[in-house]
């Protein structure tokens, strides 16, 4: 059975850095994507990374490009995403998100309701 759980969030004033954390359990992580969402009150789920745990290869929402980054470490199945620079903006519930990619090398979704394994989310607040 998959678990994910996050931990990591908290409350920084804008400009400044957090790290969250997910820790992956249940099964190898081989083959998979492993990602980031956000969900600010009364909007929609967004993607903010991803990453192809597998090939190691990286993805960003525009909005996140350069601020933030996502890694992981097979040794410890655990995903990071540092971010930097965080503005009031960022203010959201950040959620970790797996799910098995069709082939090894394929770039994972964006589209929350394509990822079947879910964690239960980290409030993270930036003060201005």
């Known amino acids: 059975q998959v678990q994910l759980v996050e931990s990591g969030g908290g409350l920084v004033q804008a400009g400044g850095s957090l790290r969250l954390s997910c820790a992956a359990s249940g099964r190898t992580f081989s083959g998979y994507a492993m990602a980031w969402f956000r969900q600010a009150p009364g909007k929609e789920r967004d993607f903010v990374a991803a990453?192809?745990?597998?090939?190691?290869?990286?993805y960003y929402a525009d909005s996140v490009k350069g601020r933030f980054t996502i890694s992981g470490d097979n040794a410890e199945n655990t995903v990071y995403l540092q971010m930097n620079s965080l503005k009031p903006e960022d203010t959201a519930v950040y959620y970790c998100?797996?799910?098995?990619?069709?082939?090894?090398?394929?770039?994972?979704?964006?589209?929350?309701?394509?990822?079947?394994?879910w964690g239960q989310g980290t409030q993270v607040t930036v003060s201005s």
């Open positions: 990453i192809s745990w597998s090939v190691g290869n990286t």
């Open positions: 998100a797996a799910d098995p990619l069709l082939f090894w090398n394929s770039i994972p979704s964006r589209k929350f309701n394509t990822y079947n394994y």
